[in-house]
């Protein structure tokens, strides 16, 4: 009884690794980033867990406040200091059912200092789902990211991703089959 029992555990784990399951270990619902650390989802639902980012990505439609600015070492799409901001939190990311050249992205907000009037310049990034961080901007660089300002709060959409500019209202951006474009949309988002 005592060899079935340890062969029915052998093959739980087996499925369980096998599955994506089980090899974490840190308590539900939290995962272990890139840096090793247990981070819980920010909040009970509406977020799903990137195994490739490393990083939690809040579900179409889930609104996200709050968002950070990237230290100013942070120069390109996929340095060392962006890989530690995503595992810490300070870029967010937001799912989207976007397709550029025949890929699914999610997209990266964040803040990257001041646009000099007197508000913090925000960058959304679209990243390639199945990468850590390639998009298909050609120039890397974070400061080539797509610029608005002011924002209060955004999330991600079937197009791409919605924002809130307390100066400009509500826009979104989204990728028009050639590069990505921006448009002004109904408030609230």
């Known amino acids: 009884m005592r060899s079935l029992t340890l062969v029915a555990a052998v093959l739980m784990s087996v499925l369980l690794l096998a599955c994506g399951g089980g090899g974490d270990t840190c308590p539900a619902p939290a995962m272990t980033n890139s840096l090793g650390t247990c981070t819980s989802p920010p909040a009970a639902s509406g977020y799903n867990w990137d195994n490739i980012t490393k990083a939690w990505v809040a579900d179409v439609g889930v609104l996200v406040v709050g968002l950070n600015t990237l230290p100013a070492e942070c120069l390109t799409v996929g340095d060392a200091c962006w890989k530690e901001s995503t595992a810490n939190g300070t870029i967010k990311y937001f799912a989207s059912n976007t397709v550029i050249n025949g890929r699914?992205?999610?997209?990266?907000?964040?803040?990257?200092?001041?646009?000099?009037?007197?508000?913090?310049a925000l960058r959304m990034i679209p990243i390639f789902l199945d990468t850590e961080a390639d998009t298909y901007i050609t120039d890397k660089t974070i400061a080539a990211g797509f610029i608005s300002s002011a924002i209060v709060d955004a999330k991600g959409s079937q197009d791409g991703v919605r924002v809130t500019s307390p100066r400009i209202g509500c826009g979104e951006f989204f990728f028009d089959g050639a590069g990505i474009g921006t448009r002004t949309i109904s408030c609230p988002i």
């Open 104 to 120: 699914k992205n999610k997209w990266a907000g964040f803040f990257i200092g001041s646009s000099g009037v007197g508000s913090w």
